[in-house]
């Protein structure tokens, strides 16, 4: 049974056709205790500030990159975080939850920094199915579905939905795929989330069923987890240096923040 709220190791599953992803999973957690230095080696500022185009501001500024992230911020910020996030992962609703209005208001206004989310496949069919309707509307409403997404996680991914969901999947897994993942949503009553944002339930059906979207999505967990060396989220990537925080100490802003002011300036 799958189970949020514990902190073990896991190791996502992200070889599996998608079809796999809804057998009851023994997936305990998002993120390891990491044992890595803390420190970020690149170079230290100041770095000026960047203003952004006439009449926006760069929190504004939101890009699908060539790598099938949601970058916010200038593109050619001298600092790039890179984060592989889930929506299930409760450390990432806790690094949302205290960094996002930080890091955009101290950082990424200022064209310093972007930030670029990659949504990684932890817990099945939930990712799969959230991830598929996140993309659904376009880079534009990216961020802030993700923030308010974040907010609600302990509604949406409670043990009463996760047991619902599991009791549903002897039922699903003779389904195709697309009705597997229309059923998960059903199931963690996320339809009603995504309508109040602008995602009636028929468009977001039709955004499940997209198989082109379904064949990006499995290719890009396929890079992320074997060219890039992610197994556990959150993780970082910094200016191209890969930083893991560490778990179980200071929150993850609080390790990174002052990390960002020295290299900011």
Not at 11 to 21: D, H, K, L, Q, S
Not at 67 to 94: L, Q
Not at 97 to 103: I, M
Request: charged residues 20%.
């Amino acid at each position: 049974m799958l189970a949020p709220k514990k902190h073990k190791e896991v190791r996502m599953i992200v070889r599996r056709p998608f079809a796999a992803f809804l057998i009851a999973l023994s997936i305990t957690a998002c993120s390891k205790t990491s044992d890595d230095k803390t420190a970020i080696s690149a170079p230290t500022g100041p770095v000026a500030a960047t203003p952004p185009p006439a009449g926006k501001a760069w929190t504004d500024i939101v890009e699908k990159t060539a790598e099938d992230g949601y970058r916010m911020g200038n593109p050619n910020a001298p600092i790039k975080i890179v984060e592989y996030g889930s929506f299930t992962c409760p450390h990432c609703k806790v690094f949302e939850d205290e960094a996002s209005d930080p890091l955009q208001q101290k950082y990424i206004a200022t064209g310093k920094v972007s930030w670029e989310f990659r949504a990684m496949v932890i817990h099945g069919g939930p990712d799969v199915s959230i991830g598929l309707l996140m993309q659904c509307r376009g880079p534009e409403p990216y961020f802030k579905l993700a923030q308010q997404l974040y907010a609600t996680q302990e509604t949406w991914f409670s043990e009463a939905t996760i047991k619902k969901l599991n009791d549903t999947m002897p039922q699903m897994q003779n389904q195709p795929p697309t009705e597997q993942f229309k059923a998960t949503i059903d199931a963690l009553g996320l339809y009603p989330f995504f309508g109040a944002r602008g995602l009636p339930r028929a468009q977001a059906e039709s955004c499940l069923s997209d198989q082109k979207a379904i064949a990006a999505m499995t290719a890009t967990q396929q890079r992320y987890s074997t060219a890039d060396g992610v197994d556990s989220t959150p993780t970082f990537v910094i200016n191209g240096v890969k930083w893991e925080p560490v778990i179980g100490g200071p929150s993850i802003w609080k390790q990174l923040d002052p990390q960002l002011a020295k290299m900011a300036g």
